[in-house]
């Protein structure tokens, strides 16, 4: 899943803005760049982790930190370190260092900067250097990356996922040992299918919680250290306040204009999805959601001239957050909403019993948005696009996350049925070369022509 | 109706009848499964690749087939299939889309590859009336609970093929499908055994029209068939100076013939491989005794022991190590790995298999095969200079 990057700001020079449309900007919550301290101070303990005695747990797939934090280890989030490598452009190293083993420019790109990242960490250790000026503003970071004291894959839906982290466990030689997660598809084909109902959502609800127990045992095995499922309890505690808060926030953008859109929901993922769950992320969820309410009694949108709302289909395109952000800005769109952020992390809080969460997390595990089938997932699509009001969407083809592009075109026609425009663009998770900037320009200018023809006519 | 050839009197004009009767039924599949519906009225169920048993659609009274990748260009379909997906994807899409499959009575899922839960999907909007039977097996085959959660797989699935049949499916029924089942595996791998003993002269192309046909053909009928067939080959040893190789690859679908046939043309000759068309279809038996459920549980479960899978976790087994083991004892000069464009568990574990050939100085030839049209020529170039250097460092 992700990290944040950095977006541009509203009239800052930060990062070059795409010519293209009015030239108007996203009008960022300022509340989102008080949450970048809170990533980078995750990512600093992380670093100091070691040096406190900690062990390091390497994992990927759900959101999965609470049972790690619950018991003091560190985690590190694969798809996360991808990229944050991504976001200090230390990305291309790394996929250039697996490219060279034979990785296959075609392969999940985060999967590839992880390889490619720890191949790199490898040669590091076999040479006791870096492989890199002292002076490369990646040193320092690359240096301090701990390596794991055990691998943990938890992988809704996503095979590519899984052979990751089978790969991941050969570089280090078998050594370090390794637990595999298994979160099956809720296909839906049974009578009583439905979304969180039905006896195929019972049954692999069990089958996800017994899992999460044996993990906890396998964390027992590995640190010397009994579990306690009161200080899961206790951690969870706060995810579900924060997911809750989140949420509500979220819904809150059912409003005209939207005061937030998709993309300060994207930079605010990390939060939900691999930092500790302390009051932390309480408190940035509440104040999300204040300045949400004060937007809304102001009237303020995320986007200054809002005529058009966007639903974003697809894994985000984590080089191009900000330059994507003021794309749509720049055509008065706001992308009010999206499968990945509003479909996810936790978006169904009131499941977790705090008594006993495990199975609660195992739902919601189940639950990420590819792993229902079709039929369903698209009905809960459907929904969330009728909440906001959403008059198109915006379907982000990412070149190797075929998790996310499988039934697009599926999506597509069922919007196209409800009235809605869709329109394709390519792009990738992690791999910046797959983005072609004048195809985007050019649907996305026709799709806004057409949304404007409509709104005449009506 | 394919197989109403006229019958050869002399032996080696049987041994091509036969050889003839494989080649039109893997060339033509569905047309030989409708043929089959037609005439005998039963059931036919289309599995997908590459760990669904096709024993208890048989025990069902069905004719279950392995769905193939055809040869027509992908068109229909890239409406709804994108073109960075495998071929096999693709092309089943795109035979879903032009109707080919709408005379199957179901379709039995099983896989955790993201891209076949893609079409999964799109194959259930598109063929609404077609029961899917979908029950996905585990994946992380050394987990503490992967045979309980594989004999509920295969438990559910029982069930479910009762249902769509209305009739119970006894034990005894299984038991006997997988007799007849274990039977056609091992007459093939019988053949394999002379192939790689030298024994026998058949191509890759020949070899792959005997499996792919038994992923199509009534197993009784194919099994006949292969009596005759392997009674009739030891009259035709290969040429001595050919360059041994073994193929490894090309999971879920067939490669394609032209490729295949560029091995002996170059002057190699296949000795072994491990390609899904191919020995690991049939390297693994079932117990015909006790629960047919635990039975098939444990084949599930085990049969990456006989060859190793990269899309099923398993900490202990290593592709390169087998293929390594498998190149020794097959005698082969070289490796050649054919891999389908966008396969990503191949191209996850690739890397480990050049690199375990490199530190043995065993040549290998990496081939990424697509659905669409091959630089033929190019690829002719580089499997001439594969097999020159296969040849001389044998000699040196």
């Given at each position: 899943?992700?990290?944040?990057?950095?977006?541009?700001?509203?009239?800052?020079?930060?990062v070059a803005s795409p010519v293209f449309g009015n030239g108007m900007r996203a009008n960022r919550l300022s509340t989102t760049k008080r949450g970048g301290k809170l990533v980078n101070d995750y990512w600093a303990d992380l670093f100091r982790a070691k040096e406190e005695g900690k062990k390091i747990v390497w994992?990927?797939?759900?959101?999965?930190?609470?049972?790690?934090?619950?018991?003091d280890v560190a985690w590190v989030h694969g798809e996360a370190w991808a990229a944050y490598l991504a976001a200090k452009h230390g990305e291309m190293p790394a996929q250039q260092k697996g490219e060279a083993r034979g990785y296959d420019r075609e392969l999940c790109s985060y999967a590839r900067t992880h390889i490619g990242q720890a191949l790199i960490d490898l040669e590091k250790l076999k040479n006791g250097t870096l492989g890199i000026d002292d002076d490369d503003p990646r040193a320092e970071t690359m240096r301090k990356l701990p390596a794991p004291d055990m691998i943990i894959n938890a992988y809704p839906y996503c095979s590519s996922g899984q052979q990751w982290d089978d790969i991941t466990y050969r570089l280090f030689g078998k050594k370090i040992p390794i637990f595999t997660i298994s979160i099956p598809l809720l296909w839906g084909g049974r009578p009583d299918a439905g979304y969180m109902q039905g006896e195929e959502w019972q049954q692999r609800s069990q089958y996800v919680a017994k899992q999460l127990v044996a993990m906890t045992k396998f964390l027992e095995e590995h640190t010397g250290r009994k579990y306690d499922f009161d200080r899961l309890s206790e951690v969870m505690s706060y995810v579900k306040k924060a997911a809750t808060l989140r949420m509500e926030a979220m819904d809150l953008c059912a409003a005209t204009p939207a005061p937030a859109s998709f993309f300060d929901w994207i930079v605010s993922i990390a939060h939900v999805n691999f930092l500790p769950g302390t009051q932390a992320i309480v408190d940035y969820?509440?104040?999300?959601?204040?300045?949400?309410?004060?937007?809304?009694?102001?009237?303020?949108?995320?986007?200054p001239n809002e005529k058009y709302r966007l639903f974003f289909d697809g894994m985000m395109n984590w080089n191009k957050v900000g330059w994507l952000a003021d794309k749509f800005a720049a055509v008065d769109a706001t992308v009010v909403a999206g499968r990945y952020t509003h479909m996810s992390f936790w978006q169904e809080p009131q499941l977790v019993d705090l008594k006993n969460p495990v199975l609660g997390?195992?739902?919601?595990y189940l639950i990420c948005p590819n792993n229902h089938g079709a039929p369903i997932m698209i009905g809960e699509i459907e929904r969330v696009c009728d909440k906001f009001n959403i008059d198109g969407m915006v379907m982000h083809a990412s070149r190797t996350c075929r998790g996310m592009t499988n039934s697009q075109f599926l999506i597509a026609d069922s919007a196209k049925k409800k009235g809605r425009q869709a329109m394709f663009f390519e792009g990738d998770v992690a791999d910046e070369s797959f983005y072609k900037d004048e195809l985007l320009n050019t649907r996305l200018e026709a799709m806004i022509e057409t949304l404007e023809a409509k709104k005449r006519a009506a | 109706m394919l197989l109403d050839s006229t019958v050869s009197a002399n032996p080696e004009g049987r041994l091509k009848d036969i050889l003839a009767k494989f080649e039109a039924v893997a060339a033509n599949p569905l047309e030989y499964a409708r043929d089959f519906k037609r005439d005998s009225g039963k059931r036919v169920i289309g599995l997908f690749p590459m760990h669904f048993p096709g024993e208890l659609a048989h025990a069902a009274g069905a004719l279950p087939i392995v769905l193939q990748a055809d040869d027509e260009p992908v068109t229909i379909g890239q409406g709804s299939v994108f073109n960075f997906y495998c071929g096999y994807n693709r092309s089943i899409v795109d035979q879903a889309m032009r109707g080919e499959f709408a005379f199957l009575d179901a379709i039995l899922f099983g896989d955790h590859c993201v891209q076949l839960l893609g079409t999964a999907d799109i194959i259930r909007d598109h063929l609404p009336d077609t029961p899917i039977l979908f029950n996905q097996l585990i994946s992380i085959i050394d987990a503490e609970w992967a045979m309980e959660e594989t004999q509920g797989t295969f438990r559910q699935l029982w069930r479910e093929l009762e249902d769509l049949t209305g009739e119970k499916i006894s034990d005894d029924q299984v038991r006997h499908s997988i007799g007849i089942f274990n039977r056609n595996r091992?007459?093939?791998?019988?053949?394999?055994?002379?192939?790689?003993?030298?024994?026998?002269?058949?191509t890759g192309s020949q070899m792959q029209h005997i499996v792919k046909s038994s992923m199509i053909m009534d197993k009784e009928t194919h099994t006949a068939l292969l009596e005759e067939l392997v009674a009739k080959l030891e009259a035709a040893p290969p040429a001595n100076n050919a360059v041994r190789v073994y193929l490894s690859g090309h999971l879920c679908h067939a490669a394609k013939l032209p490729i295949l046939d560029l091995v002996e043309e170059c002057g190699g000759v296949v000795v072994d491989d491990d390609l899904y068309t191919g020995y690991r279809y049939i390297a693994a038996d079932v117990e015909e005794t006790g629960s047919p459920v635990d039975a098939l549980s444990r084949w599930y479960l085990e049969k990456n022991k006989k060859i190793p899978c990269p899309t099923r976790a398993d900490k202990d087994l290593d592709w390169e190590d087998f293929l390594l083991a498998q190149v020794d004892k097959s005698g082969a000069q070289g490796l050649i790995v054919l891999m389908v464009k966008f396969c990503e568990p191949h191209m996850y574990f690739y890397p480990e298999i050049k690199e375990?050939?490199?530190r043995r100085g065993i040549p290998h030839l990496m081939i990424e095969t697509e659905h669409e049209e091959m630089p033929m020529e190019a690829l002719k170039t580089r499997m001439e200079t594969f097999l020159e250097i296969a040849k001389r460092r044998v000699a040196a």
């Amino acid at each position: 899943m992700q990290m944040t990057s950095e977006m541009t700001p509203p009239g800052g020079a930060k990062v070059a803005s795409p010519v293209f449309g009015n030239g108007m900007r996203a009008n960022r919550l300022s509340t989102t760049k008080r949450g970048g301290k809170l990533v980078n101070d995750y990512w600093a303990d992380l670093f100091r982790a070691k040096e406190e005695g900690k062990k390091i747990v390497w994992y990927n797939g759900t959101y999965i930190p609470p049972f790690f934090h619950a018991h003091d280890v560190a985690w590190v989030h694969g798809e996360a370190w991808a990229a944050y490598l991504a976001a200090k452009h230390g990305e291309m190293p790394a996929q250039q260092k697996g490219e060279a083993r034979g990785y296959d420019r075609e392969l999940c790109s985060y999967a590839r900067t992880h390889i490619g990242q720890a191949l790199i960490d490898l040669e590091k250790l076999k040479n006791g250097t870096l492989g890199i000026d002292d002076d490369d503003p990646r040193a320092e970071t690359m240096r301090k990356l701990p390596a794991p004291d055990m691998i943990i894959n938890a992988y809704p839906y996503c095979s590519s996922g899984q052979q990751w982290d089978d790969i991941t466990y050969r570089l280090f030689g078998k050594k370090i040992p390794i637990f595999t997660i298994s979160i099956p598809l809720l296909w839906g084909g049974r009578p009583d299918a439905g979304y969180m109902q039905g006896e195929e959502w019972q049954q692999r609800s069990q089958y996800v919680a017994k899992q999460l127990v044996a993990m906890t045992k396998f964390l027992e095995e590995h640190t010397g250290r009994k579990y306690d499922f009161d200080r899961l309890s206790e951690v969870m505690s706060y995810v579900k306040k924060a997911a809750t808060l989140r949420m509500e926030a979220m819904d809150l953008c059912a409003a005209t204009p939207a005061p937030a859109s998709f993309f300060d929901w994207i930079v605010s993922i990390a939060h939900v999805n691999f930092l500790p769950g302390t009051q932390a992320i309480v408190d940035y969820f509440e104040d999300v959601k204040a300045e949400i309410q004060q937007r809304i009694a102001d009237g303020v949108g995320a986007v200054p001239n809002e005529k058009y709302r966007l639903f974003f289909d697809g894994m985000m395109n984590w080089n191009k957050v900000g330059w994507l952000a003021d794309k749509f800005a720049a055509v008065d769109a706001t992308v009010v909403a999206g499968r990945y952020t509003h479909m996810s992390f936790w978006q169904e809080p009131q499941l977790v019993d705090l008594k006993n969460p495990v199975l609660g997390m195992a739902q919601n595990y189940l639950i990420c948005p590819n792993n229902h089938g079709a039929p369903i997932m698209i009905g809960e699509i459907e929904r969330v696009c009728d909440k906001f009001n959403i008059d198109g969407m915006v379907m982000h083809a990412s070149r190797t996350c075929r998790g996310m592009t499988n039934s697009q075109f599926l999506i597509a026609d069922s919007a196209k049925k409800k009235g809605r425009q869709a329109m394709f663009f390519e792009g990738d998770v992690a791999d910046e070369s797959f983005y072609k900037d004048e195809l985007l320009n050019t649907r996305l200018e026709a799709m806004i022509e057409t949304l404007e023809a409509k709104k005449r006519a009506a | 109706m394919l197989l109403d050839s006229t019958v050869s009197a002399n032996p080696e004009g049987r041994l091509k009848d036969i050889l003839a009767k494989f080649e039109a039924v893997a060339a033509n599949p569905l047309e030989y499964a409708r043929d089959f519906k037609r005439d005998s009225g039963k059931r036919v169920i289309g599995l997908f690749p590459m760990h669904f048993p096709g024993e208890l659609a048989h025990a069902a009274g069905a004719l279950p087939i392995v769905l193939q990748a055809d040869d027509e260009p992908v068109t229909i379909g890239q409406g709804s299939v994108f073109n960075f997906y495998c071929g096999y994807n693709r092309s089943i899409v795109d035979q879903a889309m032009r109707g080919e499959f709408a005379f199957l009575d179901a379709i039995l899922f099983g896989d955790h590859c993201v891209q076949l839960l893609g079409t999964a999907d799109i194959i259930r909007d598109h063929l609404p009336d077609t029961p899917i039977l979908f029950n996905q097996l585990i994946s992380i085959i050394d987990a503490e609970w992967a045979m309980e959660e594989t004999q509920g797989t295969f438990r559910q699935l029982w069930r479910e093929l009762e249902d769509l049949t209305g009739e119970k499916i006894s034990d005894d029924q299984v038991r006997h499908s997988i007799g007849i089942f274990n039977r056609n595996r091992a007459l093939i791998r019988q053949i394999y055994d002379m192939r790689r003993a030298g024994r026998i002269a058949l191509t890759g192309s020949q070899m792959q029209h005997i499996v792919k046909s038994s992923m199509i053909m009534d197993k009784e009928t194919h099994t006949a068939l292969l009596e005759e067939l392997v009674a009739k080959l030891e009259a035709a040893p290969p040429a001595n100076n050919a360059v041994r190789v073994y193929l490894s690859g090309h999971l879920c679908h067939a490669a394609k013939l032209p490729i295949l046939d560029l091995v002996e043309e170059c002057g190699g000759v296949v000795v072994d491989d491990d390609l899904y068309t191919g020995y690991r279809y049939i390297a693994a038996d079932v117990e015909e005794t006790g629960s047919p459920v635990d039975a098939l549980s444990r084949w599930y479960l085990e049969k990456n022991k006989k060859i190793p899978c990269p899309t099923r976790a398993d900490k202990d087994l290593d592709w390169e190590d087998f293929l390594l083991a498998q190149v020794d004892k097959s005698g082969a000069q070289g490796l050649i790995v054919l891999m389908v464009k966008f396969c990503e568990p191949h191209m996850y574990f690739y890397p480990e298999i050049k690199e375990a050939f490199e530190r043995r100085g065993i040549p290998h030839l990496m081939i990424e095969t697509e659905h669409e049209e091959m630089p033929m020529e190019a690829l002719k170039t580089r499997m001439e200079t594969f097999l020159e250097i296969a040849k001389r460092r044998v000699a040196a």
